[in-house]
């Protein structure tokens, strides 16, 4: 089966620095989404991340703070910039599709990256 | 409004025991629902899902769900749980953009 890695798979950072997180898929995929997982909380979608074009945004994030590149159908980078102690989460990768692979309006989700803002 | 609602932030069974965890759901088309699990450290892996059809879904690690449409509901359930089943347990529902429930941790008594 396909496999989906992310790195770093934690960090501790300092605010005002910004941290970029890799997705890695070892096959090509149709859709690339990023979550946040905040403390004991459930998870929110971030963003879906376009191949070739912006990626599109949900209502409170901005690609300010966090932008998304896709630059193939099989990795993905996500930013979380100028950090806050707010943004301590884990912060999740999921793809979708293609069929025989992923299976389509399915998300698989990647290991995540744990971040620590101090 | 979408929403996932899951009613138990907890639950404690005993090995052996069976299990329910609850979901209900508010979504505007015909919804697609998805039970996940999370163990400690994890990412999340996908236990099965409901898109149409036999309403009585099997997954793996012997769950399986049943969607109520009258009652707008998901309901996880499994026979007999194994203590490694303890676990971080998540409903979510939708098409690309998906809602989550707000999880119910599972505890195992041994």
Same mark, same amino acid.
């Given at each position: ?5 992310q790195?770093p798979s934690r960090d501790i950072c300092?605010?005002?620095t910004s941290l970029t997180i ?12 990023? @979550?946040r997982q905040q403390p004991?909380?459930? $998870?929110? $979608?971030?963003?879906?991340? !376009?191949?070739?074009? *912006?990626?599109? @945004? ?13 630059? !193939? $159908?099989?990795?993905?980078?996500l930013?979380v910039? !100028?950090m806050?102690p707010e943004d301590s989460s884990i912060y $999740?990768?999921?793809? *979708? ?10 998300? @698989?989700?990647?290991?995540g990256t744990r971040l620590t803002v101090l | =409004? &979408? /929403?996932?609602?899951?009613? #138990? ?5 005993? +090995?052996? =025991? ?10 505007? =088309? ?7 699990? &999370? ?14 059809? #036999?309403?009585?879904? &099997?997954?793996?690690?012997?769950? +399986?769900?049943?969607?109520?449409? %009258?009652?707008? /509901? ?5 026979? /007999?749980?194994?203590? %490694? #089943?303890? =676990? +971080? ?12 429930? &707000? ?8």
């Amino acid at each position: 089966s396909a496999v989906i890695s992310q790195k770093p798979s934690r960090d501790i950072c300092q605010r005002g620095t910004s941290l970029t997180i890799q997705c890695q898929v070892d096959s090509q995929v149709t859709m690339m989404f990023w @979550y946040r997982q905040q403390p004991g909380q459930s $998870l929110t $979608l971030i963003a879906t991340a !376009n191949q070739g074009s *912006e990626a599109t @945004y949900e209502s409170g994030f901005v690609i300010d703070k966090f932008p998304i590149s896709r630059p !193939n $159908l099989t990795f993905s980078t996500l930013t979380v910039s !100028n950090m806050s102690p707010e943004d301590s989460s884990i912060y $999740l990768c999921s793809v *979708e599709g293609p069929r025989g692979v992923f299976s389509t309006d399915t998300q @698989y989700f990647g290991p995540g990256t744990r971040l620590t803002v101090l | =409004a &979408q /929403s996932v609602t899951q009613p #138990d932030i907890h639950i404690t069974v005993s +090995e052996g =025991a069976s299990l329910e965890l609850r979901c209900n759901y508010s979504y505007g =088309a015909t919804p697609y629902l998805f039970w996940y699990v &999370q163990s400690p450290g994890q990412g999340l892996q996908l236990l099965l899902k409901y898109f149409s059809g #036999d309403t009585l879904v &099997q997954g793996i690690k012997g769950f +399986e769900a049943e969607f109520k449409r %009258s009652q707008s /509901s998901f309901n996880l359930r499994k026979p /007999s749980v194994h203590w %490694s #089943d303890a =676990a +971080e347990y998540f409903c979510a529902v939708g098409r690309g953009k998906l809602i989550f429930g &707000q999880g119910t941790e599972l505890s195992v008594k041994p």
